[in-house]
């Protein structure tokens, strides 16, 4: 896909940080401070077993997603965007002393999503909400 773009080397849990979202509009992280960029984490009341296996089987019922990597505590996705192949990179980090799922969700290529990546964890929200 001409669309799809490289997957960024900078994805990841560093310190108990996502990535830092790029200056550009196409970006919603948990753990940013900037009013265009935050969202707030995901809050889960079960296990946290249980709240990543939710968020799992949520992602893998989105069209066009693939995960890429997962373990205990970090989940990475991929969506494609039905038109043009658009790929987005979403992650989503358990913190465990918290009691939140920390997300981050960014469009590879351009500028502007049209609110896409937030829309998309809203609607992963209302969803993991309903358990």
């Known amino acids: 896909m001409i669309f799809a773009g490289k997957r960024p080397h900078n ?10 979202c ?4 196409n970006c919603v992280s948990s753990q940013s401070t900037d ?19 939710h968020l799992k089987s949520i992602v893998q019922s989105l069209p066009r997603t693939t995960i890429i990597s997962e373990s205990q505590d970090y989940l990475y996705a991929e969506f494609k965007s039905a038109l043009m192949g658009f790929v987005d990179d979403v992650e989503f980090f358990l913190d465990r002393n918290a009691n939140v799922i920390q997300v981050r969700s960014a469009s590879r290529l351009g500028q502007s999503d049209l609110g896409v990546n937030r829309q998309r964890i809203e609607t992963i929200r209302d969803k993991f909400n309903e358990l």
Do not use: C, M, Y
Request: hydrophobic residues 40%; charged residues 10%; proline residues 12%.
């Open 11 to 20: 994805l990841g849990v560093r310190d108990g940080k996502l990535a830092s």
């Open 22 to 25: 790029p200056n550009s509009p």
């Open 35 to 53: 009013a265009i960029h935050q969202i707030a984490p995901l809050t889960f009341h079960t296990s946290p077993e249980q709240a990543i296996a």
